[in-house]
């Protein structure tokens, strides 16, 4: 878990912050002139919560944690310590590849929880130092079309990525022959097919859940 | 795993539960332990309104929208509403759904229902308001932007009617005769204000008259006024009575100097014959002098005469000058 997820918050919260900041400017740039600018905090918010937060902090993660556990179990596997695993009586799956899993399940929802408290902020943070625009404002646009459900599916959704994450990079790891070229090869895979699983989950679950 | 890492882990579990929890709760409005009061509002439609929309009591936020719902029967819609504190609300209250701007955003606005009487707020029978757990107002819900859009199109879809009928209606004769009725309109404009400026000046001394006159009436109202008040007071003196006495004794007066003159009258008849008789006399005077009668007709009628008349006249001037001339050739006076 702390690999999966506390290892995970600095550059999670780092995309979720210029996240924000991107959002809250192009927001206002599209806004001015026909939009009152206080729609831009429901635009920060919504956006944020509901799909930057969870595929963009999964997309990042996908790299750095699918990459790592498909590299280490693949590792683990050309170096036939799986093969010791398993001759010693122990179950590999569950040994290597559930906690990893249920690390990922349980901590991905965290760390996009705290993502998108950092976009949020950020985009309130640059709303009131760039733009013409004051908190209560900023605080009106992100309460408006706000509704708890929009948390519970980003939570949800960040969930099913940490699972996909862990999951596919735990296959890839497993799978993984060929010495070093192949555990390259089996990296990059995971995170290839991890981030396509991401986008994927991301269209099912709006489609499903909203 | 030590120690450390195990700590650092469960704080960044309970940041990102804390973040989600109290993020949401904050976004949705609803307070950290504050109280609610619960209220109902029944519309037969909820519009675009959705939860956590603002609750309003005289343009202040004073709860949010709490759950949605459609009634059992299908007769309206109950919006659960969470209000921040118990406010005092008008005596004949109820809830108006509209849109709050254009971009979206619905609220629910507790108002009086005798500042909107053209409004059909939702009727709240005795038995609703037993059945339901909570306070209830009836509601009345605007059209939504679709509603209004298709009341538009309806609108407009008049308009092209109407525009297509004046198509054919305004032809080009159409037009010259409405310009012809604007150039005439245009005449009569300039004659009028022509008319009026010239009548400006009279109208301001008739004006003026108008105020003399009626100075003068307030005037003769005084005087009148003031003839009232002494005809009351020579009623309440009096003095009526013996101008009355007065008034008899002239009568009488009036009747005898009738009656002389009556008796003057008759006097005058009988001048009147005696000048009638004169004349008649003198007419037949004259008759016998135009008919040569007598010596003035001879004198009308023989010229000879009248020559030795003027003759013998003239003679007589001749002797009174020479008697006035020579007054001893004819008068000889002897006092011895």
């Known amino acids: 878990m702390s690999a999966v997820g506390v290892a995970s918050v600095p550059i999670a919260l780092f995309i979720a912050a210029f996240t924000g900041i991107v959002l809250a400017i192009q927001a206002s740039y599209t806004f001015t002139g026909t939009v009152p600018l206080y729609f831009v905090g429901a635009l920060v918010g919504k956006t944020i919560i509901l799909e930057l937060g969870p595929v963009l902090t999964g997309l990042a993660l996908s790299g750095r944690v699918g990459a790592n556990i498909a590299a280490e179990l693949g590792t683990m596997r050309v170096t036939e310590q799986i093969d010791a695993l398993e001759s010693l009586g122990y179950d590999p799956i569950a040994y290597l590849v559930v906690p990893r899993m249920l690390a990922g399940f349980l901590m991905f929802p965290v760390v996009v929880a705290l993502a998108i408290t950092m976009g949020i902020a950020a985009g309130w943070a640059t709303s009131l130092s760039l733009l013409d625009l004051s908190t209560p404002q900023f605080v009106r646009g992100l309460r408006l079309f706000f509704l708890s459900w929009d948390v519970q599916f980003a939570l949800i959704k960040s969930a099913t990525f940490g699972l996909t994450v862990t999951g596919v990079g735990a296959f890839f790891g497993f799978t993984t022959t060929g010495g070093a070229q192949g555990v390259g090869i089996a990296t990059t895979r995971a995170v290839v097919i991890s981030s396509m699983a991401i986008l994927a989950l991301d269209a099912f679950w709006a489609a499903t859940l909203l | ?336």
Do not use: C
Request: proline share 3%; charged share 20%.
């Open chain 2, 1 to 336: 795993m030590n120690r450390g890492r195990e700590v650092l882990v469960g704080a960044v579990i309970v940041l990102g539960v804390a973040a989600a929890v109290l993020g949401s709760l904050w976004l949705s409005g609803r307070g950290f332990g504050s109280p609610r009061v619960p209220l109902d509002v029944l519309v037969t439609d909820a519009g675009q309104l959705r939860d956590g929309n603002a609750v309003k009591f005289r343009g202040v936020q004073i709860g949010r929208v709490a759950l949605i719902e459609v009634e059992p029967g299908g007769a309206g819609v109950r919006l659960h509403l969470l209000l921040d504190e118990q406010n005092p609300l008008p005596p004949d209250a109820g809830a108006l759904v509209a849109a709050e701007s254009l971009f979206g955003e619905w609220q629910v606005e507790l108002v009086s229902k005798s500042d909107y009487p053209s409004f059909e707020f939702f009727t709240i029978t005795p038995a609703i308001q037993t059945a339901s757990e909570n306070p209830i107002l009836g509601g009345f819900t605007y059209p939504d932007i679709s509603r209004l859009t298709a009341a538009a199109n309806a609108i407009s879809e008049n308009l092209q009617v109407l525009t297509s009928r004046v198509d054919r209606a305004f032809t080009d004769e159409t037009a010259q005769a409405l310009s012809s009725a604007i150039r005439d309109i245009q005449i009569i404009s300039q004659t009028l204000r022509s008319l009026v400026e010239e009548q400006a000046s009279t109208i301001d001394t008739l004006t003026a008259d108008v105020r003399a006159a009626a100075s003068e009436i307030a005037g003769a109202a005084r005087a009148g006024r003031s003839t009232l008040e002494q005809a009351d007071s020579l009623f309440a003196g009096g003095e009526l009575a013996s101008i009355l006495a007065s008034l008899e004794e002239v009568s009488s007066n009036l009747a005898s100097f009738t009656g002389e003159l009556d008796g003057a009258s008759e006097e005058f008849s009988g001048l009147i014959e005696s000048a009638d008789r004169t004349f008649a006399r003198v007419d037949r005077l004259t008759e016998r002098v135009e008919s040569g009668e007598g010596l003035l007709g001879q004198l009308f009628a023989d010229s000879t005469l009248t020559d030795r008349t003027t003759g013998v006249l003239t003679e007589l001037e001749l002797l009174l000058r020479d008697l006035r001339e020579n007054p001893g050739r004819y008068v000889r006076l002897s006092i011895f």
